[in-house]
């Protein structure tokens, strides 16, 4: 599709691109018929239509391309021929060592993601660019513990994501040697303060693999929000790279690459499945089952027109007057109880309300009878303020109200989203 302007370096205008889209040559059916060796089950492979793009690189089901999807015809059937050849190794392969097992394609004893990068080694099939939804986030508590002697704070918060979020398209760059980022908004650095071209370094670090890349980046998640957006981009781009590269690092290994400060504290989160309880600075990331609120709950956002400094938010905290609840409490009521509770707790919102009063009246202003929202905080530093459920009224009445009233940036009507496995990315 097209991806209208985006600024480079220095805010020039690029002009429009338009991004190829395909859907690959179609393999035929593979079928190993089942194998019996000293009795056990070993494999039986049917894989239908494959493009030779993994799931994972899909956004709402579309296939990106891949490298291979581009071989002429005849060089395909030669690959699907040494796809069957070379498969057909590694069946016998794992019959010999795990014969005394029931092994499945789907589920065996190896790993999905280890199964994924034999099948590349064997076919040597390898996508060139990937699209990802990168998801903002909300924090359904959070709690300040304490100040830590290297100068963050110590922090227990439960974190989900919702289906707001921006458009990341990744492309390797076969014979650069730096990154390229553009971005459809100009006021992002597209420099190495940007959390993506330090994520994509930090990931050439941990893996060891020296490729570049090429990043259009189209932004919906405001600044100085309290959503993660930075974050967010830079686990997108992690991913992302991981899966241009082969899959070299497990999800295991992504989470633990990521706790570097460098790209933001949410980072590891974003690893996660879309619900977690975060601990430390933000990156001990213990993943939380989904949580038991109803189907299709809907979240508001309201993002006012200013901003607010993380830092000075944290500057005027008082770590003495904080809720003193324990965070293992919150995070039991919010999995036994789902949203029937009172355990909404943002220590943060405190002193954000005290450097901009304003905030403070937005909040008040949304929690009010008028709207009959089930819960209503601030997320993060701020300066999102969320409300779940929907207000009486509907959508429109909200928005013109709120509008009226405060200098708004946006109100979304959004829900909450997960992704299956770490082995796959998240979708709208």
């Not at 690893?271 to 309880?277: D, K, N, P, R």
């Not at 324990?326 to 919102?349: C, M, Y």
């Amino acid at each position: 599709r097209s991806h209208g302007s985006f600024c480079r370096s220095g805010c020039n205008r690029a002009a429009s691109q338009h991004m190829a889209r395909g859907h690959g040559f179609l393999l035929p059916r593979l079928c190993l018929v089942t194998l019996l060796v000293g009795g056990a089950l070993v494999f039986d492979l049917v894989p239908s239509a494959v493009s030779f793009v993994s799931p994972r690189s899909r956004v709402g089901g579309a296939p990106q391309i891949s490298s291979f999807a581009r071989q002429p015809e005849a060089q395909f059937t030669d690959s699907a021929t040494g796809l069957c050849r070379n498969v057909s190794v590694l069946v016998l392969a794992a019959c010999v060592g795990c014969a005394s097992r029931r092994l499945s394609l789907r589920c065996a004893s190896t790993t999905r993601a280890e199964m994924r990068s034999a099948m590349r080694a064997a076919t040597g099939a390898a996508a060139d660019r990937i699209q990802l939804f990168s998801p903002a986030k909300v924090n359904l508590f959070l709690r300040v513990v304490k100040k830590r002697p290297d100068g963050y704070h110590e922090l227990a918060s439960l974190f989900q994501t919702v289906a707001l979020g921006d458009t990341m398209d990744l492309e390797v760059l076969p014979d650069a040697t730096k990154d390229e980022l553009e971005c459809n908004l100009c006021n992002v650095p597209l420099d190495d303060s940007n959390f993506v071209i330090r994520a994509l370094k930090l990931f050439r670090e941990r893996s060891g693999i020296q490729r570049f890349f090429r990043i259009r980046l189209d932004k919906k998640i405001p600044a100085q929000a309290g959503m993660g957006g930075g974050s967010s981009n830079a686990a997108a781009a992690f991913f992302g790279a991981n899966e241009l590269c082969g899959a070299p690092g497990t999800p295991a290994d992504l989470l633990r690459w990521a706790e570097d400060p460098i790209i933001g504290s949410d980072a590891s989160f974003f690893l996660s499945q879309g619900t977690a309880y975060c601990t430390g600075r933000g990156e001990i990331v213990t993943p939380v089952e989904p949580l038991p609120f109803p189907p299709d709950l809907p979240v508001y956002l309201v993002k006012p027109s200013y901003g607010l400094s993380t830092p000075k938010v944290f500057k005027a905290l008082n770590l003495s007057a904080t809720n003193q609840i324990d965070p293992q409490a919150l995070l039991d009521d919010f999995r036994t109880k789902g949203i029937d509770h009172q355990s909404w707790v943002n220590d943060l919102e405190s002193p954000a309300f005290e450097v901009s009063p304003e905030l403070g009246l937005l909040k008040e202003f949304i929690c009010s009878d008028a709207f009959g929202f089930r819960s209503v905080l601030m997320s993060g530093s701020g300066t999102t303020i969320y409300a779940l459920g929907e207000p009486t009224g509907g959508s429109e009445a909200f928005e013109t109200s709120v509008r009226a009233r405060f200098p708004i940036e946006g109100i979304w009507r959004t829900h909450f989203i997960h992704r299956k496995s770490g082995e796959e990315w998240y979708t709208a």
